[in-house]
Structure formats: structure tokens, C-alpha cells
């Protein structure tokens, strides 16, 4: 299964998830590809000290044949990286005047699909060709929301982008609540309500605010690691386990 990490609001968990759910997934002995498409990249630092030479830039850009090569295993079990490096920005610039440049993700995950068992893509805060590729590539979006100002209005243009960009009327997605805080009861009512017409596509798992998991972010390790008897910890695992549970098919 392809899974891609989006929302275009910035800060809401994505890369939180993103490596979590990899480290999860991974530890229940699924070969795991994490694919890190943020120039940012959060997620390749939590698993690699050394910038790389080869970054997704190079993936999506080279031939399919040669997606291989810009794969790098992590120190963990059952869990590699395509990571990102700042050049990205470029990439998505050469982009701009390529055929089918919304399609190249896709094609560079085909050649290597038969290796994982699970893909994941932690993508960028905007809706621009690096996240048009993989909203193309995923068999599910999975779009985190923290409950507050404007926490859905980024859901439906992704949407509308997506049913464009796939020429599909029924988008797979589903919702995941991110640092949720019970203090803030006045916020959460209303995003409850915000909520209210995606209900059936919220996942019933959802991540509390929890300094844990910050603290985590900044050791660059997983929550279950970190640690594995916070609340973050079973959240995630949780989550690990729904999310293998939906019964998605993954496209041909
Ligand atoms: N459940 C949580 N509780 C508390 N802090 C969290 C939680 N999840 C993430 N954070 C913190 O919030 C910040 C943003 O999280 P993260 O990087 O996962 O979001 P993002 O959507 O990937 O951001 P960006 O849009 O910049 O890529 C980080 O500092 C992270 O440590
Ligand atoms: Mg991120």
C-alpha cells in the first residue's frame, strides 16, 4: 500500500506521522519505504546524519530503471528511506517542464513497489507538483487535522486537486486527528463540528498533544522508542494497527 501523508497546512503532525507510522509498520516486520518529498527534511533527519548524495529529487527525476538507486536502508529493521535534501526545490522547479511531470513519482514507486510491503510519503505543506505526484501515486491520503483556526479548510481544495489530478470521483482519504488537546473544550467542540460532513472518513484513532511525542520529534527518534509507554506511544501504535485493518485496494 501507498500511503501519502498531505495537508497542505503547515505544522499539523505530518512528519510526526509519517515516521511513526514507517517505524510502526516496520517493526511489525513490513518492509517499509519511507519517502520524504520536503525540502525540509524532517523526516530524513530522524534517520540519517549525513546528507546524502542521492535525494528523491534524483528518484523522481531519473529513469524508472534507475529508482533503486537513491533508496538508502536505515539502521532499522525492515525500514529504508528516500530522503530529501534542500535541492528538492529545484527538482520541483526542472519539474515544471517535464511530460507528465505530475506522474513521475508513480512511475519511480512501480519499479520498486514489489520490494515493500508499504510505502509512505511525508510530504510538503502546499500544494504544489511534489505534492500534485503524490496525491497521483498514493492508494490512500491520509490528511492529519489539528483541531483550531482553519483546520479544515485546506481538506476540500486537496479534494478538488485530487479528483482533477486522478481524473477519479471517489478520492481515498481519510482524516486523522492530530494533537488533540482536551483543555481547549470551546476549540474542539466547534472543529467537532467543522468535522461533522468528512465523519465517515475520520480514523477512530487520534493523537493527543503530548509533549512526549515533541520531545521524541526533537531526539529524532519514534515515540515507541523514545518513550514506550507514553500515551503518544500506544496512540501511534494504534493507529499502526487501524490504518493495516482498512481494507483499501491498492491500485493495479
Ligand atoms: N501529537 C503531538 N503533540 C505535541 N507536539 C507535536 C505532536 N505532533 C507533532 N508535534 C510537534 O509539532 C511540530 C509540527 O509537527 P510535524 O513536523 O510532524 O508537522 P508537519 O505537518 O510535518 O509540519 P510541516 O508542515 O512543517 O512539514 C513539531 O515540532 C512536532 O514535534
Ligand atoms: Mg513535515
Not at 515544471?96 to 510530504?123: N, P
Not at 490512500?140 to 477519479?168: C, H, N
Amino acid at each position: 500500500m501507498i500511503y501519502a501523508i498531505t495537508n497542505t497546512k503547515g505544522g499539523v503532525g505530518k512528519t510526526t506521522t509519517a515516521t511513526n507510522l514507517a517505524c510502526g509498520f516496520a517493526q511489525r516486520n513490513r518492509k517499509t519505504l519511507l519517502v520524504d518529498l520536503d525540502p525540509q527534511a524532517h523526516a530524513t533527519q530522524c534517520f540519517m546524519e549525513n546528507r546524502p548524495d542521492r535525494d528523491v529529487g534524483d528518484f523522481i527525476m531519473d529513469k524508472p530503471s534507475q529508482a533503486l538507486k537513491s533508496i538508502i536502508p536505515t539502521a532499522r529493521e525492515n525500514l529504508d528511506i528516500v530522503p530529501s535534501t534542500a535541492k528538492l526545490t529545484e527538482t520541483a522547479e526542472l519539474l515544471s517542464s517535464r511530460i507528465r511531470r505530475e506522474e513521475r513519482l508513480m512511475r519511480a514507486l512501480e519499479a520498486v513497489r514489489d520490494e515493500y510491503r508499504e510505502i509512505i510519503l511525508d510530504c510538503p505543506p502546499s500544494l504544489n507538483i511534489l505534492t500534485y505526484n503524490a496525491v497521483i501515486a498514493g492508494d490512500l491520503l491520509i490528511i492529519p487535522v489539528q483541531p483550531g483556526a482553519g483546520a479544515v479548510a485546506g481538506i476540500d481544495p486537496l479534494l478538488e486537486t485530487a479528483t482533477e489530478l486522478r481524473d477519479e470521483e471517489n478520492i481515498p482519504y481519510r482524516i486523522l486527528i492530530t494533537m488533540f488537546d482536551v483543555r481547549t473544550s470551546r476549540t474542539n467542540v466547534i472543529f467537532e463540528e467543522l468535522l461533522e460532513e468528512y465523519r465517515r472518513r475520520l480514523l477512530k484513532t487520534i493523537i493527543s498533544k503530548s509533549e512526549s511525542l515533541n520531545q521524541a520529534n526533537l531526539a529524532g527518534k519514534p515515540i515507541s522508542e523514545f518513550a514506550p509507554s507514553s500515551r503518544g506511544a500506544y496512540e501511534y501504535d494504534a493507529l499502526c494497527d487501524e490504518i493495516l485493518r482498512l481494507r483499501i485496494p491498492s491500485r493495479p
